[in-house]
């Protein structure tokens, strides 16, 4: 099962999750990363740039999740924007080894294919940082994804777009597309890290970890994979039912062996 770590604040999660990548590109300069974007990740990206002063991280490599589809990569909001904005240019990293999925491609028939062969020729991503849609979604796979989906043309749903209206001028401006690591494709990744934090996130948290493995919520396909952490505030922990056990769990680890 997941293992599930709920933590006090949002700034304890991204110390928590920023310790256990800095040892890893301690471990291993040229590490994969798979980049989150959205508000979830952010405390992680905050908590690196004091984790990672003096590592060497010129050679760390990394993939994000999704990509918009429809505005140019140039837009403050498109998710290249963010990443550079993020996590490139604060931690220092190299920007020719970042890539977003190329929403932007001439041939989006291929365009997918050909990044989960990057994916693949770079050995495959070690640490893969999740958040959550309210509506289940990790990536931008919607309910009803395939658990063998591979990264894709998918649209948002109305409720995506709603959440994400914050980040641009109207809801009308939110794109209705995006390229998509599949299902498939992050239950390639080597460990998941799926974080989530407040009231609004519980229900698909609970659904994620607890409820059945179902296509409906593409968040359960955690289940399916042998190395997931799940990190979460009270908020979004707050409908687990085996919430005590998993505090207890936690309690009684052995610092030695991370998360
Ligand atoms: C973003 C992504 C999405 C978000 C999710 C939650 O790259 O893949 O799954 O993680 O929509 O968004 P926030 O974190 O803004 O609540």
Not at 207 to 236: C, N, R, Y
Request: proline share 6%.
């Amino acid at each position: 099962m997941a293992e599930v770590v709920i933590v006090p604040d949002r700034a304890s999660a991204g110390d928590l999750v920023a310790t256990e990548i800095a040892a890893l590109i301690s471990r291993r300069p040229d590490a994969v990363l798979g980049l989150a974007t959205g508000s979830t990740p952010l405390p992680v990206y905050e908590a690196l740039r004091a984790r990672l002063a003096g590592i060497d991280v010129s050679r760390v490599r990394g993939f994000a999740l999704d990509e918009y589809i429809g505005i140019d990569p140039a837009h403050p909001e498109s998710y290249a924007s963010v990443i550079a904005r993020e996590v490139v240019e604060p931690l220092g990293l190299t920007p020719d080894l970042i890539r977003t999925p190329p929403a932007d491609d001439a041939d989006l028939a291929t365009a997918g294919e050909r990044y989960d062969q990057a994916i693949r020729a770079a050995g495959g991503v070690d640490v893969q940082i999740l958040g959550i849609g309210t509506d289940g979604h990790i990536g931008f796979n919607e309910p009803g994804s395939s658990f063998a989906s591979r990264t894709r043309v998918k649209t948002l749903t109305r409720q995506t777009r709603a959440d994400n209206a914050r980040f641009f001028d109207a809801i009308d401006e939110v794109p209705r597309h995006c390229l998509t690591q599949g299902l498939g494709t992050i239950l390639e990744a080597r460990h998941l890290v799926l974080l989530a934090f407040g009231e609004g996130k519980a229900e698909a948290v609970a659904g994620a970890v607890e409820g059945p493995v179902t296509a409906m919520l593409p968040g359960s396909a955690i289940q399916l994979h042998p190395h997931v952490t799940v990190v979460v505030d009270e908020a979004a922990a707050s409908r687990l039912r085996l919430a005590d056990y998993y505090r207890d769990t936690f309690a009684s680890k052995p610092e030695w062996q991370g998360i």
